[in-house]
Nanobody
Framework: QVQLVESGGGVVHPGGSLTLSCAASSSIFGIYAINWYRQAPGKQRELVAQITDRGSTYYANSVKGRFTISRDNAKNTVYLEMSSLKPEDTADYYC???????????WGQGTQVPVSS
């Protein structure tokens, strides 16, 4: 099964932008969907965005209009472009792969995104 590695995190000021990358160890072509999750300190993990193998997308209401998920099958990478960042976006961000039967796998180590002035 594919393994995923997140990168691109770092400190950003409120209102700023950041792009996270989720690089796969092998081809993501044919994987049902790739998810981006986040977990803030003391809170439950939250599904932030999802992109299917057909390019359909889902966004949590809290990020809709500010975050954009995309995939580059040639580079085996999924991106999460984040803009108009808020302090409440502060979290560890993770990506994983989703099978059509609902099984999720390939969790990475995550990348930290502190939003602070």
């Amino acid at each position: 099964q594919v393994q995923l590695v997140e990168s691109g995190g770092g400190v950003v000021h409120p209102g700023g932008s950041l792009t996270l990358s989720c690089a796969a160890s092998s081809s993501i072509f044919g994987i049902y969907a790739i998810n981006w999750y986040r977990q803030a300190p003391g809170k439950q993990r939250e599904l932030v965005a999802q992109i299917t193998d057909r390019g359909s997308t889902y966004y949590a209401n809290s990020v809709k209009g500010r975050f954009t998920i995309s995939r580059d099958n040639a580079k085996n990478t999924v991106y999460l472009e984040m803009s108009s960042l808020k302090p409440e976006d502060t979290a560890d961000y993770y990506c994983n792969a989703l099978q059509s039967d609902g099984n999720e796998y390939g969790w990475g180590q995550g990348t930290q995104v502190p939003v602070s002035s």
